[in-house]
């Protein structure tokens, strides 16, 4: 019998291999029949598959029957072939050039026509780098879009950007660098370990090889301008594992006739899409323009005819808005109904996460970067990089590209079945800690009133991210404009800015993002410090101001202070009294309470008064840390003009580097207690702290007394942990705080009075006599029934009374 089962499993096989080998090559000499559209299936969610049909028509079907295409198209018809490049190239907008009046510099790439990197450029008064990375400290050659080489050694270098040392030295497109300072150059990776070695300023000698001669170019290094925007391969440390590697900007179709792009999908299923292509390039003068064209064979698969699409790139000098134009052109002989989807920026810089607090008006904190839009009808709106990655992993499908972006992972931020208020959008982008990229309306707009739909996702794998670092998780969006019906010929155009730039409110204000600068709670007093500390900063370095703020604050209240250590110096003339009071009451707590008040009222002596200064400096502190969280006047100013330490005050000091040897559980980014690095500042603090309750707290005078003062010893210790990675300007404040303490509490006891404040000779059995205590009614009745019975003798015991026997 299992013989008879084999040979039948056998036959089977062959005769079905057999079969398909016919039935392939007849295929192959009958030709392949036309490409039937599924006018249903294509790019519709499943909620849009369940939506109840209009007039007995599926407003989602196909105009023409399934598996049938309009007459007179025939998709196996002859059509012109479309020459698209076949190499990527890559081209810049603005300028590095202290000479020049750009604010950023912008890398684009042809393939998927997106943004690769945007630059800030600014300079300030001297001439440096308004805004440089906070994170490194090493020279900056320049971005060079570099791939690595198959058959040789070295790095190609695919744009040279105007003004970067790179172009001053003479650096070219198609050069290959293989050397650094006489180190060899075998890669990307090999060319960033040899600049990370280099100091802003540091001439430097670069290898290139250059029509198969090599060449050595001198190079003067500068500091690393903000990289606002980035590819997540280039995060350098702050990268986590699980963002995706992907450009800013890009487009696709959002809409053909009947068929819409998925909410949740980044391109349509079957288009060939236009992020994948090398477009065609137009180079200008602070623009660059790029086309594809997208025949009507690649069109018919999802129900279109041939379309031509063009976008632009343009950047006013001294303008943190770049201009972007989307342009859609029927070029087929059909009418055709056609929307647009832009995607928005992703890859914002990620400096500072593992240690920075972003203040949100959220319960649930903020994210590294955020999600914020506004319309007419929602208002300001903050979603945050937890909330989009809970959505993500909480939907996340197995089968799903982990290499794509998660979109529809949320509800819509705004939709075509929503009130126009709803879709009357003054802003949406992704939202960091001092920076902000945003889409906003083109200059003389109000508002973006031409878009029909709005989705928020992350450009990250989900599964990928891994606990402890969702904060760095890469946030982003899209939007899909209103479809327009376009006759052959005609073309539709979309125009709207890409501001990318820093978080002052005057800046903000003039292009109505000035939502996204929020204080919380105290944002009077930290507004008002940070105008305080912006006119103290004349005296040339911000680390100076906030000393200065220190000792006004602590100066105006030094008669508040005064008044404090008197009352603690009539606290420990009144300590033996105390004393006699825990012994007289040790098992009565509330008559030693009752006591103890009733010798301070005797005495006029007020135990909370010397909470008075604390509770005043509890605002300055909370307003002074969201000032240095908030305000980027804060960011990048040093302590010390000369050295790297303390190099940004909105930071830890970063003494020394320990992220290399130290375990992960205590100087990960993320996942560690400490951080990567080593701060000295929070160390100050804590020592400062212990030595000023060693000298000034009274002896203890009982055993729950020590025990207390032990506690506060080790909650100082443990502040300093949950602490150590607290901004340096906050650590100056401390430190400047508690000098000005133990100075002050010294110079004021030699000013007190040298006598006594109280007579204890005259306190002597007054506070010390229990006083009678008054019972209720309950007690007193309590206190009867609880009577001990009277004991009486046996009879045989008692004693007869007195007489004699008879």
């Known amino acids: 019998m ?94 590095m050039d202290a000479t020049d009046d750009y604010f950023m510099l912008v890398t684009l790439c042809s393939k998927g026509a997106g943004i690769e990197r945007l630059e800030l450029t600014e300079r300030d008064r001297s001439g440096a780098l308004k805004y440089r990375r906070v994170d490194v400290t090493s020279g900056y050659l320049g971005y060079f879009a570099g791939t690595d080489l198959v058959d040789t050694d070295g790095v190609l270098v695919n744009v040279v950007g105007p003004g970067t040392p790179a172009a001053a030295a003479g650096i070219q497109v198609g050069d290959i660098i293989v050397g650094i300072e006489g180190e060899a150059v075998v890669s990307r990776e090999a060319l960033l370990t040899s600049l990370s070695k280099t100091r802003p300023g540091q001439k430097v000698d670069v290898e290139v090889t250059r029509s198969e001669k090599t060449e050595t170019l001198a190079a003067e290094l500068s500091e690393h301008p903000l990289d606002l925007m980035r590819l997540a391969r280039d995060g350098g440390p702050d990268q986590i594992k699980g963002n995706l590697t992907r450009l800013s900007c890009l487009l696709t179709l959002a809409k053909v006739n009947q068929t819409r792009i998925g909410d949740s999908n980044v391109a349509m299923r079957g288009l060939t899409d236009p992020t994948q292509l090398n477009w065609d390039v137009v180079r200008e003068s602070g623009a660059a323009s790029f086309s594809v064209d997208l025949s009507q064979k690649e069109m018919a698969v999802v129900g279109g005819d041939a379309l031509r699409i063009t976008r632009s790139y343009q950047l006013p000098e001294t303008s943190y808005a770049l201009d972007l134009g989307v342009q859609v052109e029927n070029v087929g002989t059909t009418k055709q109904d056609i929307g647009v989807r832009l995607e928005g920026a992703n890859g914002i810089s990620l400096e500072g996460w593992w240690y920075s607090t972003k203040i949100s008006p959220n319960w649930g904190g903020a994210a590294a970067r955020d999600l914020v839009y506004k319309t007419k009808s929602s208002g300001h709106v903050l979603v945050s990089g937890f909330e989009l990655l809970k959505a993500a992993k909480a939907e996340d499908k197995s089968n799903a590209d982990p290499a794509l972006p998660r979109y529809g992972m949320t509800p819509l931020l705004f939709a075509d079945d929503g009130a126009d208020a709803s879709r009357d959008l003054s802003y949406v982008g992704v939202d960091s800690q001092y920076f902000t990229v945003a889409f906003v309306p083109a200059e003389g707009q109000a508002s973006l009133t031409t878009l029909e739909r709005g989705g928020a996702g992350i450009a990250s794998d989900p599964a990928a991210i891994i606990r402890h670092q969702e904060r760095a998780v890469n946030s982003t969006y899209y939007v899909d404009t209103l479809s327009r019906s376009l006759e052959p010929g005609e073309f539709m155009r979309q125009d709207l800015r890409l501001f990318a730039g820093p978080k002052y409110t005057s800046l903000l204000t003039q292009y109505g993002l000035q939502d996204c600068i929020y204080y919380g709670w105290f944002s009077a007093i930290a507004k008002f410090l940070g105008s305080l500390l912006h006119g103290l900063s004349a005296v040339g370095n911000y680390a100076l101001a906030i000393i200065l703020l220190t000792l006004i604050v602590r100066g105006c209240m030094f008669p508040l202070s005064r008044k404090a250590a008197v009352n603690a110096q009539r606290m420990q003339e009144l300590a033996p009294e ?191 006599t229990a006083p009678v205590k008054s019972q209720s009614l309950a007690e007193r009745i309590r206190s009867q029934m609880a009577k001990p019975e009277p004991t009486f003798e046996k009879p045989s015991k008692r004693k007869r009374p007195g007489g004699k026997k008879k």
């Not at 299992?2 to 096989?13: A, D, H």
């Not at 602490?723 to 401390?734: H, K, M, N």
């Not at 509490?745 to 059995?765: C, M, N, Q, Y």
């Open 578 to 768: 105390m004393k006699k009071i825990n012994e007289k009451y040790k098992d009565d707590m509330e008559g030693k309470v009752k006591a103890q008040r009733e010798l301070q009222q005797r005495v006029g002596l007020n135990p909370l008064a010397g909470c008075l200064p604390m509770f005043i400096q509890l605002p300055i502190f909370l307003g002074l840390y969201r000032t240095l969280s908030v305000n980027i006047e804060m960011r990048q100013q040093p302590a010390l003009s000369f050295t790297d330490w303390a190099s940004n005050l909105a930071g830890p000091d970063k003494l020394a580097y320990w992220g290399d040897w130290l375990w992960d559980y205590l100087s990960g980014r993320g996942i560690g207690w400490l951080g990567p690095y080593f701060n000295v500042l929070p160390v100050i603090v804590v020592v400062l702290y212990l030595i000023q309750q060693k000298l000034f707290m009274p002896p203890a005078t009982d055993e729950q007394t020590a025990l207390t003062q032990k506690m506060m010893s080790v909650m100082t210790l443990m502040m300093g942990l949950f602490f150590f990675r607290v901004p340096a300007g906050l650590c100056i404040y401390f430190i400047t705080s508690s000098a000005w303490g133990i100075c002050e509490r010294i110079i004021v006891k030699r000013t007190l009075p040298s006598k006594k404040h109280f007579d204890l000779a005259g306190l002597e059995g007054g506070a010390t």
């Open 2 to 95: 299992g013989l008879i089962v084999e040979r039948r499993l056998i036959t089977f096989i062959v005769a079905s291999s057999v079969f398909f080998f016919a039935y392939i090559t007849l295929r192959s000499w009958l030709g392949v029949p036309p490409v039937k559209p599924d006018p249903v299936i294509a790019e519709v969610p499943a909620d849009d598959l369940q939506a109840p049909v209009v007039g007995g028509a599926d407003p989602l079907a196909l105009e023409s029957p399934a598996g049938e295409l309009p007459a007179g198209d025939d998709v196996t018809a002859s059509t012109p072939e479309i020459k698209r490049p076949q190499n990527t190239e890559w081209l810049t907008v603005g300028s």
